[in-house]
């Protein structure tokens, strides 16, 4: 469906009072989810609130997933196409258009993305992060992972001398001149830390990651590459890490 390399993590799902979604799909590798709604013929208003509804479901028992809705048909009409355009922005919304050819004695399906995601920015969950302080991610994951989020730091100050860190619940993010600038985000974990940097997507960049050996986990529908790294991949590769975050930060002053 061109959604990517996912996993069918389950179908016909059965819906608290709401029926039951056609398909789950989740990434291996990242937190994302897609709520899939299969429809035969044309889009039509059940289907569309359907989608919207499971996904609204799905996205309130396992919130600590990116969930996408995602609408399948055989024909999405004009019609239908403003209104699932009008959706999206505001929920994270795909439209795909299911086409079967015969070739011979072989059936193909084609599939269309017709709608895709808008990307999102941080400004809005920014503001209202939950704030918390240096013993909670110490807690959270160790001392030793914080500590490399201090070295990515420096890294930082060097082309942006008075960048500072700030404490939130689900990420350590930055904040320059008193005010939230996310251009990267920091995540420790028990024996790593992640790394999100905020640059548009690139095969040059994905090459050169793939060429250090650095753990490439995805790139988010928010627009972030992120990096699962070592302190070896830290002190091996400081010099390319801190061009990443330093395009990230003139991406942010755009």
Same mark, same amino acid.
């Given at each position: 469906m061109g959604l990517g390399n996912l996993i069918l993590k389950d179908k016909e799902r059965m819906q608290p009072k709401a029926g039951r979604l056609d398909i789950l799909l989740q990434d291996p590798e990242s937190y994302g989810r897609y709520e899939v709604e299969v429809q035969l013929g044309s889009t039509d208003e059940s289907h569309i609130i359907r989608t919207i509804e499971y996904w609204d479901i799905e996205r309130k028992r396992f919130p600590q997933y990116d969930h996408t809705a995602v609408i399948v048909a055989?024909? =999405?009409?004009? !019609?239908? @196409?403003?209104?699932?355009?009008?959706?999206?922005?505001?929920?994270?919304? #795909?439209? =795909?258009?299911? !086409?079967? @050819?015969?070739?011979?004695?072989?059936?193909?399906?084609?599939?269309?993305? #017709?709608?895709?995601?808008?990307?999102?920015?941080?400004?809005?969950d920014d503001e209202v992060a939950e704030a918390t302080d240096r013993a909670y991610w110490e807690k959270q994951a160790s001392k030793e992972m914080v500590q490399l989020a201090d070295k990515l730091h420096e890294l930082m100050r060097k082309f942006v001398p008075a960048v500072e860190l700030t404490y939130r619940k689900f990420y350590i993010g930055l904040s320059l001149d008193g005010r939230i600038n996310n251009f990267a985000v920091f995540q420790p974990q028990k024996n790593a830390i992640r790394l999100e940097v905020h640059i548009p997507k690139s095969d040059d960049i994905e090459k050169q990651i793939s060429e250090k050996d650095i753990d490439l986990t995805d790139y988010t529908k928010w627009g972030t590459y992120r990096l699962r790294l070592s302190k070896k991949d830290i002190e091996m590769h400081s010099q390319f890490l801190m061009e990443l975050m330093k395009q990230a930060y003139e991406e942010s002053r755009k």
């Amino acid at each position: 469906m061109g959604l990517g390399n996912l996993i069918l993590k389950d179908k016909e799902r059965m819906q608290p009072k709401a029926g039951r979604l056609d398909i789950l799909l989740q990434d291996p590798e990242s937190y994302g989810r897609y709520e899939v709604e299969v429809q035969l013929g044309s889009t039509d208003e059940s289907h569309i609130i359907r989608t919207i509804e499971y996904w609204d479901i799905e996205r309130k028992r396992f919130p600590q997933y990116d969930h996408t809705a995602v609408i399948v048909a055989e024909d =999405i009409t004009s !019609r239908f @196409l403003n209104v699932i355009s009008l959706f999206n922005g505001s929920i994270p919304l #795909v439209a =795909i258009q299911m !086409r079967a @050819l015969r070739c011979g004695d072989q059936i193909s399906l084609v599939f269309t993305k #017709v709608v895709d995601q808008i990307t999102l920015g941080f400004e809005e969950d920014d503001e209202v992060a939950e704030a918390t302080d240096r013993a909670y991610w110490e807690k959270q994951a160790s001392k030793e992972m914080v500590q490399l989020a201090d070295k990515l730091h420096e890294l930082m100050r060097k082309f942006v001398p008075a960048v500072e860190l700030t404490y939130r619940k689900f990420y350590i993010g930055l904040s320059l001149d008193g005010r939230i600038n996310n251009f990267a985000v920091f995540q420790p974990q028990k024996n790593a830390i992640r790394l999100e940097v905020h640059i548009p997507k690139s095969d040059d960049i994905e090459k050169q990651i793939s060429e250090k050996d650095i753990d490439l986990t995805d790139y988010t529908k928010w627009g972030t590459y992120r990096l699962r790294l070592s302190k070896k991949d830290i002190e091996m590769h400081s010099q390319f890490l801190m061009e990443l975050m330093k395009q990230a930060y003139e991406e942010s002053r755009k």
